[in-house]
């Protein structure tokens, strides 16, 4: 950096700081509009095939959007007065909630096995314990293995039952997302054009501020509904099901992490630093420069209506490693050269400190920005997202900081500095001696490093379960496994079968072979031990057959009853599974999320092998639904991730030759890199942390933060280097850069290690495996590189 460029920073010092409070102003109006989205569409491809024919069936097949609120009574029987009455009760205070379309529950739902008859004059009303009092007996008999109402309203255990919350739709919101589906159904066949895009895009846009009040409803209905169960703890337990219930509580755990773990890493980052710099202005500055960025950069994000998910949440707290190491290598060269050359004044001295460090922050910056780029080649939208909003981050933290350091100091006096203390001064003294004296012992070590991890990566596993995103001591983990469990799963899979023509007939509503075939599909699902609920037009058949005395119903019989039957019960029954205009059947599952060492890849695979077996061709049927587009997210990222890791190195290497002018160097560079991301990969294969939505990112981060060392532990050696020796040269790179490692690792491990507290598990493994990345990068940095830069790079 040239000396007249640090001179004007320092010049303008005062204006430099007036632009970044109004800035900063600005940024926190613009931070008012930021959002947390953990929807379960925001983990979603949104144009990919899968989520395009997912959209179209339930377009097609117009499933309800509702919430399960289990009640598993302590010290009576389900089947009681006791439960009726506040079933009652409750079905009461959920019906007026405005927004409501129905309460479904054992009391008011039509129990037409007790019909003698299905006929057009069938009331289903009449059959329900409202009208006729049925007793406990009568309705636990049944209940019984019910083919539509188990695992839905009771469990097989009858050791509980459920409230159905079924809402009404936006109609003004269903509209606008009819349009949308209508137009990316012609992405199935071909690309959509431009005008289509900008189509989508503006009905997108029109759609938001609805879907915004409709999501900011749905929390009130979930704390009202709380509010209300909580009056009944006495007598029972309650648990709350449903993908928005799922959502809203994953936002409330995102938003607590935020407050309260960001307040302690915060807390742990300013005593770390006062333990270390002795100082009040060195924990003002990073502070202060640590604040700033984030507020900029979430400001801009409002700005532009980028949203963080569950994926992207923990952002600011790589920010915050980021501006934190940028600063702490400024602060070190500072403190080292107001030692050595104490005569020197504040200008002078911040000129120079700004003449040392800037092109290394600046390459750190750029070489940072590639790792988080390999996250926009996983073409998962959220993920893509993320490492642009990281992109982004680093460019703000590092202006913030280049910018904010020198106009800081120079409104502040120049005090005397102190040097390393003891510790800290025999920790780099054995890293020097560790590099130079056992070279070929670290190369051995490394090269074992590398084979272990080799194993582990070979180890890892790609997972998605929502269970394991909890503590198993949490409320909402709590819930979720007793729904998974008791209530037929909690991840909705669909099956959507297309009757071949040959097994249509214009005379009949469904032939007795379609009837055959969705019972061997039905069957099928049914063999697999993860599968919970399985709902289709069968299950309305055996209901049919409880009233004809167990005599099967002929495919006449059928038609007529359908024919017959009042449209308000054919479309309460038989609406959300067929669809007579293009003759789909749609089989609704559930799967048990808590099976124990269920594999999900080889689930799919076996079940479609299965529906081979048993004759129906991959033609006549799609899998659609939450399991299927989650696990093909996984599948997608599992190969642009870690398969793509090489291209993603490969283009490090020439960022690095671009930087450095010399392939030798470039290579040395890559290779600690390379080894950091390998061990962390490897340490989550053989601890078997799966790979999901959220650890499948720590390969990027691991990436990041390895390679900001490893640039500024270069460029000082490649200084040191003209004048020196290559043994003597590294001591003296020890003695400046290390310091700056040695305490950004130190402050960013213990502080990141509190995340090890939290309730969200994705928190606290990436506060985990983020520490272990920055042990590793020293590790790595102050072992193998130097030993590397001594071997290969001399004068």
């Given at each position: 950096m040239k000396s007249n460029l640090a001179q004007l920073l320092i010049r303008h010092s005062k204006w430099i700081l007036l632009a970044f409070v109004i800035l900063g102003i600005i940024a926190a109006y613009f931070a008012q509009r930021f959002?947390?989205?953990?929807?379960?569409?925001?983990?979603?491809?949104?144009?990919?095939?899968?989520?395009?024919?997912?959209?179209?069936?339930?377009?097609?097949?117009?499933?309800?959007?509702?919430?399960?609120?289990?009640?598993?009574?302590?010290?009576?029987?389900?089947f009681s007065d006791k439960t009726f009455e506040q079933l009652q009760q409750l079905g009461d205070a959920f019906s007026a909630f405005p927004r409501v379309k129905s309460v479904t529950h054992i009391l008011n739902v039509p129990l037409l096995s007790n019909a003698t008859s299905l006929s057009a004059d069938l009331d289903p009303d009449a059959y329900t314990w409202e009208s006729q009092r049925y007793s406990a007996q009568q309705m636990q008999q049944v209940f019984q293995d019910h083919p539509l109402f188990t695992d839905l309203l009771v469990n097989k255990k009858q050791s509980a039952t459920a409230i159905q919350i079924v809402f009404k739709k936006n109609r003004q919101l269903v509209e606008i997302q009819n349009q949308i589906t209508d137009i990316q159904k012609n992405a199935l066949e071909r690309e959509l054009s431009k005008d289509e895009q900008e189509k989508i895009d503006q009905l997108k846009a029109q759609a938001d501020p609805i879907d915004q009040e409709l999501k900011a409803q749905r929390k009130q209905e979930i704390d009202k509904i709380y509010e209300i169960t909580e009056q009944y703890q006495q007598d029972a337990s309650f648990y709350l099901g449903g993908a928005y219930v799922l959502g809203q509580q994953m936002i409330d755990i995102i938003k607590r992490d935020l407050v309260l773990f960001g307040s302690a890493i915060g807390g742990a980052i300013v005593v770390m630093l006062f333990i270390l710099f002795r100082r009040v202005r060195w924990v003002v500055l990073p502070v202060v420069s640590c604040s700033l960025s984030v507020l900029l950069t979430v400001g801009i994000f409002g700005l532009l209506d980028l949203r963080t998910t569950v994926i992207s949440s923990n952002f600011i707290a790589l920010q915050l490693i980021l501006t934190l190491a940028v600063m702490i290598h400024l602060i070190v060269e500072y403190r080292q050269l107001a030692v050595k050359n104490s005569q020197d004044s504040?200008?002078?001295?911040?000129?120079?400190?700004?003449?040392?460090?800037?092109?290394?922050?600046?390459?750190?910056?750029?070489?940072?920005?590639?790792?988080?780029?390999?996250?926009?080649?996983?073409?998962?939208?959220?993920?893509?997202s993320f490492g642009w909003m990281m992109i982004v981050?680093?460019?703000?933290?590092?202006?913030?900081?280049?910018?904010?350091?020198?106009?800081?100091?120079?409104?502040?006096?120049?005090?005397?500095?102190?040097?390393?203390?003891?510790?800290?001064?025999?920790?780099?003294?054995?890293f020097t001696a560790?590099?130079?004296?056992?070279?070929?012992?670290?190369g051995v070590l490394s090269l074992v490093l590398v084979g272990i991890s080799v194993i582990g990566i070979m180890r890892l596993d790609v997972e998605n379960s929502f269970l394991n995103y909890f503590k198993e001591s949490t409320k909402v983990r709590q819930e979720l496994t007793f729904i998974d469990q008791e209530f037929g799963g909690s991840t909705p899979m669909d099956v959507v079968y297309t009757i071949p023509n040959e097994q249509q007939d214009k005379q009949l509503v469904l032939t007795a072979e379609s009837v055959q075939t969705l019972q061997k599909i039905q069957a099928v699902l049914q063999s697999y031990d993860a599968m919970g609920n399985v709902t289709s037009v069968f299950n309305f058949t055996e209901l049919a057959m409880r009233i004809n005395d167990q005599k099967p119903l002929t495919e006449y019989e059928l038609t007529a009853i359908y024919t017959l039957v009042d449209k308000s019960l054919k479309d309460k029954l038989l609406g959300a599974y067929f669809d007579p205009k293009t003759n789909q059947l749609r089989i609704s599952t559930r799967i048990k999320d808590s099976t124990a060492d269920f594999n999900r890849a080889e689930f799919l695979e076996n079940l479609k092998a299965d529906m081979q077996t048993i004759g129906v061709d991959k033609q006549d049927y799609v899998l659609t639904n939450l399991f299927v587009l989650y696990q093909d997210i996984l599948q997608r990222l599992f190969k642009s991730q870690i398969m793509t890791l090489g291209l993603v190195f490969i283009a490090l290497f020439f960022v690095l030759f671009a930087i450095f002018r010399s392939v030798r160097i470039a290579l040395v560079a890559v290779i600690p890199n390379i080894l950091t991301t390998m061990t962390i990969l490897g340490v989550m294969g053989l601890l078997a942390i799966p790979l999901d939505l959220m650890t499948i990112t720590i390969s990027a981060i691991a990436m990041g933060i390895a390679v900001d060392d490893t640039i500024h532990f270069i460029h000082r050696y490649l200084e040191t280097q003209k004048s020196s020796k290559p043994a003597e040269a590294i001591k003296k790179t020890f003695n400046s850069v290390g310091y700056a490692l040695l305490f950004t690792t130190t402050i960013i491990?213990?502080?990141?290690?509190?995340?090890?507290?939290?309730?969200?598990?994705?928190?606290?493994?990436?506060?985990?495996?983020?520490?272990?990345?920055?042990?590793m990068a020293l590790l790595t940095d102050s072992t193998l590189l130097p030993v590397l830069l001594k071997r290969f790079v001399k004068n």
């Open positions: 959002r947390i989205d953990a929807s379960a569409d925001t983990l979603l491809v949104k144009d990919n095939q899968l989520y395009i024919e997912t959209q179209v069936m339930n377009q097609k097949f117009s499933p309800d959007e509702f919430i399960l609120v289990a009640y598993e009574p302590k010290n009576h029987a389900v504040q200008s002078e001295l911040l000129e120079q400190t700004l003449k040392n460090k800037f092109k290394p922050c600046l390459y750190a910056g750029l070489t940072t920005s590639v790792g988080f780029g390999s996250l926009l080649f996983s073409g998962i939208q959220p993920v893509v981050a680093m460019i703000i933290s590092i202006l913030v900081s280049l910018l904010l350091f020198p106009a800081f100091l120079s409104v502040l006096s120049h005090k005397d500095e102190s040097g390393e203390n003891r510790v800290t001064q025999k920790i780099i003294n054995g560790l590099s130079l004296n056992y070279a070929k012992t670290i491990t213990i502080g990141f290690a509190l995340l090890s507290f939290s309730d969200f598990v994705p928190s606290i493994l990436f506060g985990l495996l983020t520490g272990l990345a920055m042990l």
